[in-house]
Every structure is written in C-alpha cells, then in structure tokens.
C-alpha cells in the first residue's frame, strides 16, 4: 500500500495547478496546452474512480442481453453484441439493447466530461442513469 499522496491526491494537485496557478499566467498556445493537461488529469482522476464499476455494470448487461453469460471479457462480450447486430439476431430497436447503449454512454460521458450539458439533461430526464 502506497502511502499519502495518493495518485488520486496527486491528480487532483496536478489539476488544481494547472487550471488555478499555470492557465491564469498563460496566454495563447501555451494556456490552451495547459487547460488539455488539466482536462486530461480530471479524466484520469474520474476513471481512477469509476471504471470498475462501470465495467462490472456494463458486463451485467450485455451478459443479460447476450441470454445468459456468454463468458469472457467485456470486450469478449462487445464483440459478441456487434456479431449479433451485424446477424440481424438483435433488433436495432430492442429496448433491452437502446437502454444498454444509453446506459454504456452516460458512464462514459461521466468520466469523460460530467460538466457536459448533454449530461446534465440526460440526468434530469433519467434519474436513474446517474448510477449506471
């Protein structure tokens, strides 16, 4: 076990920096530079948090919409669904696979950039999708 800081303390040191000390000194190419470094930090930071569960969520549903538990990785259950889509076995309107894909991308989109006002009114269509 590491002990302090942690790399989610280290990330957030690095973020903080740069959008609070670094970005206000810059101008031009160099600020736009930092603003990308910190974004990419924040990213870091929520999937650090975020992607094992996302993952094991994800897996949950592809395996119930697979029919069962078709086995193997999350890729190995992605490449299987795109099979499938491509077979015509699953319909491209199937509810069960529309709310899988909302689902998938809210998490991504949680981690990519939760300040995205697309996000924002997902959530407050769907509630629900803030724990997916």
């Not at 790399?7 to 000194?25: C, D, G, I, N």
């Not at 999350?74 to 299987?80: A, I, K, T, V």
Request: aromatic share 4%; hydrophobic share 40%; net charge negative.
């Amino acid at each position: 076990m590491q002990d302090r800081p942690t790399a989610q303390e280290l990330l957030v040191a690095v973020e903080e920096l740069l959008r609070e000390t670094l970005m206000p000194a810059l101008r031009g190419q160099a600020s736009f530079h930092a603003r990308v470094a910190a974004n990419a930090m924040g990213i870091v930071r929520r999937e650090i948090d975020s992607i094992a569960d996302l993952d094991v969520r994800e897996s949950e549903r592809l395996s119930a919409l697979l029919g069962g538990d078709p086995g193997g990785s999350l890729d190995d259950l992605n490449r299987e669904l795109c099979r499938r889509l491509r077979a015509g076995e699953i319909d491209l309107e199937d509810e069960v696979l529309v709310e899988h894909l909302i689902r998938t991308t809210i998490g991504k989109v949680s981690i990519d950039n939760p300040r995205y006002s697309g996000y924002a009114k997902a959530l407050e269509i769907w509630p629900d999708l803030k724990d997916t």
